[in-house]
């Protein structure tokens, strides 16, 4: 199945700073990238998300980039606010028949300090 | 205001007993879907069903089981069965998805489920 890999597990910047998160994934076949913010004890909230016939999507102060060929993703959020400070989670949608089964990373604790 | 709900937010149990844990949307989606999140983990796919009476197993179905007699329903039931129950339980739900193109998993808000 799916595996999806998720770096670093804790990042820290200052106010203004960008920050960039990465994930691999190891099925060729997955076709959708999801990225969700999750704050303390709610449930996770989709920010932007990309297909695999899309190399780069951007919205606003967040950006994600593709490459299909080295499989994979990473998150870009620029001139970063304290609000942006969560946990961040990649995903990967296989192919096929397996519908809607999205596989997660490990997630990313993004502190934004003032 | 369309959305999930999950109730109660904070559930305790004793070691033994089943519990149910309710999920309720009002999106009008087909699809809906369990995640259990752990300390330091990802989300993992427990069951998800595609339409009203069928359900699939996701990655760590052993010690769970659900219905889905309602399209807006999707009640999660954790067993005795499960050796490690205590976790965040996560519901999810989107439309349903023709020759698979993807649609967006909009999630509630959770439960936190201690057994003790």
Redesign the interface.
Known sequence: GENVEQHPSTLSVQEGDSAVIKCTYSDSASNYFPWYKQELGKGPQLIIDIRSNVGEKKDQRIAVTLNKTAKHFSLHITETQPEDSAVYFCAARAGGTSYGKLTFGQGTILTVHP | DGG?TQSPKYLFRKEGQNVTLSCEQNLNHD?M?WYRQDP??????IY?S?IVNDFQK??IAEGYSVSREKKESFPLTVTSAQKNPTAFY?C?S?KY?YA?A?????????TRLTVT
Do not use: K, N, T
Request: without cysteine.
């Open positions: 999930i699809a879907y330091g983990q990802g989300l993992r796919l998800y595609q996701g990655d996560l999810a989107s998805e698979g993807p649609y967006e998993q909009y999630f509630g808000p959770g």
